[in-house]
């Protein structure tokens, strides 16, 4: 509580006398001027504590009620009105029934609501493979040369080597003469094998256009299929689901869109028709899943 200076207009002479009289009885002006205020006007009116509140009380559930008729049992209300007649102890308890075979005719009963089921919490998400987790090996191609910007990784093509062997690509991609290579190789058994890194420029894709950008060499990454590219050759599980991972991989490391994973037609138009009989839309889809 803060104080209030208050002056008051006395006479010299009617001051002195009360100075005189206060100090005579250990008291100031002051204070015996405060003294008569606080008795002419009381002391402060007491507040009455305020009481914490009251919680309300949770509303009890709305209930149905059901008179029992002749032939009922607790399973089969519990089947009438939940659908399930394993159910019936819900309603034994929250009638108090002691044995919930012994109910009689005309008895009323409450039937609770279902309490709905605790959701299960939401799986978590699944992270995509890494190059680590696949395990490539390495099987160095000497057809390659640097890439204008290594950091710069924008679209992934999809490629059908047009023979039927790994190791008959792995071999003609190390031939001297060859001037061909790509990035991945993937057996039909599934089998990946890396042979020029991805900040290199492998020699996949030719002349080429993706995105009205040219020369798609230097900034893709190539991936060729163990396939005959004859549209009847068929791409076995095991290849194709290796061919999500990696993709998925190099998407999630590269920050590649999936509407930039395409087929080596799609950026030789009229030049070259592989990976037939590959569908890539699903593809794409399958590795955005993931």
């Keep these: 509580m803060s104080d209030v200076t208050v002056s008051i207009r006395v006479d010299d002479d009617l001051y002195e006398r009360a100075k005189v009289r206060a100090q005579g009885q250990g008291h100031t002006v002051e204070s015996i001027l405060t003294k008569l205020l606080t008795d002419w006007v009381g002391p402060p009116p007491v507040q009455p504590p305020v009481p914490p509140p009251v919680p309300e009380p949770e509303p009890e559930p709305a209930y149905q009620t059901y008179t029992v008729k002749a032939g009922d049992t607790l399973s089969k209300i519990a089947k009438e009105f939940y659908g399930d007649a394993t159910k019936y102890p819900i309603i034994a308890e929250y009638n108090s029934l002691e044995d919930p075979g012994r109910i009689f005719i005309g008895q009323v009963l409450r039937i609770p609501p279902l309490t709905p089921p605790t959701p299960e919490p939401p799986p978590p998400p699944v992270e995509p493979p890494t190059l680590e987790d696949l395990n490539i090996p390495w099987v160095p191609s000497p057809h390659f040369n640097e890439r204008p910007d290594p950091d710069h990784i924008t679209t992934i093509v999809v490629h059908a080597t047009a023979n039927s062997t790994l190791t ?108 037939r009989g590959l569908d890539l839309n699903k593809l794409r889809q399958e590795i955005a899943a993931g």
């Design 168 to 275: 008959g690509v792995l071999s003609w991609f190390r031939n001297p003469t060859a001037y061909l290579s790509a990035h991945y190789v993937i057996g039909k058994d599934g089998r990946i094998v890396q042979m020029v890194k991805d900040e290199d420029r492998a020699w996949h894709a030719g002349r080429s256009e993706w995105r009205e950008v040219p020369n798609v060499n230097d900034y893709g990454l190539g991936i060729e299929l163990v396939n005959l590219n004859d549209g009847q050759d068929p791409y076995p599980e095991a290849q194709y689901q290796s061919l999500v991972k990696l993709c998925q991989a190099l998407v999630h490391k590269y920050n590649v869109s999936t509407e930039d994973i395409v087929g080596h037609y799609q950026v030789s138009p009229g030049r070259k028709t592989d990976p």
